[in-house]
């Protein structure tokens, strides 16, 4: 049975991410954007500028997932599907996908990434349980995919994850009601696999560097959900 859960929320995001440590939060970012466009590594970098501007975890894990280098954002931006041609065969990285609308559908907390991705800070940690968001969620991504009349949507969900078989038997049962074929497979190496492939839906940093083309589909479905959400944005205050 789903549970009535706030994804990804922390009581502390108030005030980590309230308008007081924005500016702080966004001169951090700047600086670290600064260093991996000169080639330090981000492990290295973001713990320097996390010490300096003495950050929390959770504002570190917030640079280090919004933050990318130049040439890292031109990458990906020149493999980016901005419109799904009809009858495409869709990747979908499950629970990295899934997991940011239901942080959405929670009011949590998300941010929008230099490279124009929306990601989460909920963390999975080899554990997810199914919430009051995941059938919407999926409904979602279902009715944005049939409108851009794809012919196949392939789910990969990580077999070591708790639950994996039934989020699988709830994306089958959602996805009934639609026109394209849906496939969910559930393996051990997700990333692997989606690496080698074009149009992959995902947010995850190192498949978006490895693969062939991807679709942005989080965004899309973001601006369905709420085209005014009050993401911590560094997209346009970090240039």
Known sequence: MSRTIKRGFSPNDTTEFGEQSLEKLFQAGQDLYYLLNRNYKVKGASTFIGNHFMLSERQRLALVR???S???IQNRKNKEIQDIPSGSVIH???FNTIITLEVALSQSLLLKSMDGTIRDLAGLRGTY???DHTTTAIQYIGETLEKNKVSKVIFYLDAPVSNSGRLKQRILDVFSDFSFVVQV???NQVDTVLEKLDYVVTS?????DKCMSWVNLNAKIMEQIDPNYPYVDFYTNIK
């Open 129 to 131: 349980r199914l919430i």
């Open 70 to 72: 130049k040439e890292h």
């Open 66 to 68: 919004a933050v990318s």
């Open 204 to 208: 995850d940093a190192i498949i978006l």
């Open 92 to 94: 979908i990285d499950g």
């Open 185 to 187: 497979e559930i393996i």
